[in-house]
């Protein structure tokens, strides 16, 4: 399940108190538990944000390769080239 912006921080609050209070059962001190709740969303956050970077990435890739590809095919000059009849 993939959640992106305001639908994943909804996700997270609705299941946050649940989180605190395991979190707090395991470390034993509330500052601790809200410091590990803190640090997990900051990773997660960060995940996201480097998987639709890779995503835009790679899409602006895909995109130029179709560009390039209809100008190699519309010229037929690398359609001669990649055959290996180059004079």
Known sequence: ?????????????SHR???????????????E???????????R???QDLKSAKASASAAKRSSRKVTSSRVHASGVADDRMSGRVP
């Open 1 to 13: 399940m993939e959640l992106t912006g305001t639908l994943a921080e909804t996700h997270w609050e």
């Open 45 to 47: 956050s960060r995940t």
């Open 17 to 31: 108190p649940a989180i605190l209070g395991a979190a707090y059962r395991i470390l034993g001190f509330e500052a």
């Open 33 to 43: 538990a809200e410091a590990c709740l803190s640090a997990a969303w900051q990773r």
